[in-house]
């Protein structure tokens, strides 16, 4: 986060600045706070519900992207996905979100 923002305006602009302007998100639901061992570097994990898959506008950050499920994610992870990916309270979590986002 960048001086002065919370961990929502933080999302908005990663969003923005990571891929552009994406679709309408339906949802946004938080699911857990990453801090790294030195407790310097929080990492805030969100699931954005949004109504359709969209190509994404990429920055200068990336070299590509892809529509994948958990498990087949591409590798290096960044450190606090990993994390998320490996904690499985949040994973049951996930999978709850998805059964209902399917019911939709």
Same mark, same amino acid.
């Given at each position: 986060?960048?001086?002065?923002?919370?961990?929502?305006?933080?999302?908005?602009?990663?969003i923005?600045?990571e891929?552009?302007?994406?679709?309408?998100?339906?949802?946004?639901i938080?699911?857990?706070?990453?801090? @790294?061992?030195?407790? +310097?570097?929080n990492f805030?994990?969100? $699931?954005?519900?949004?109504d359709?898959?969209?190509?994404? *506008?990429l #920055?200068?950050?990336?070299?590509?992207? @892809?529509?994948?499920v +958990?498990?087949t994610?591409?590798?290096? $992870?960044?450190?606090?996905?990993?994390?998320?990916?490996? *904690?499985? #309270?949040?994973?049951?979590?996930?999978?709850?979100?998805?059964? +209902?986002?399917?019911?939709?």
């Amino acid at each position: 986060m960048l001086e002065g923002e919370n961990p929502w305006q933080a999302l908005q602009r990663e969003i923005f600045e990571e891929i552009g302007t994406p679709p309408e998100i339906i949802k946004t639901i938080p699911l857990e706070t990453f801090v @790294s061992n030195d407790k +310097i570097f929080n990492f805030h994990t969100y $699931l954005c519900v949004i109504d359709a898959e969209f190509v994404p *506008n990429l #920055s200068k950050e990336h070299c590509g992207w @892809s529509w994948c499920v +958990i498990e087949t994610a591409p590798r290096p $992870l960044h450190q606090g996905l990993k994390s998320s990916f490996s *904690n499985k #309270s949040l994973m049951r979590k996930l999978e709850t979100v998805f059964k +209902i986002v399917d019911l939709l």
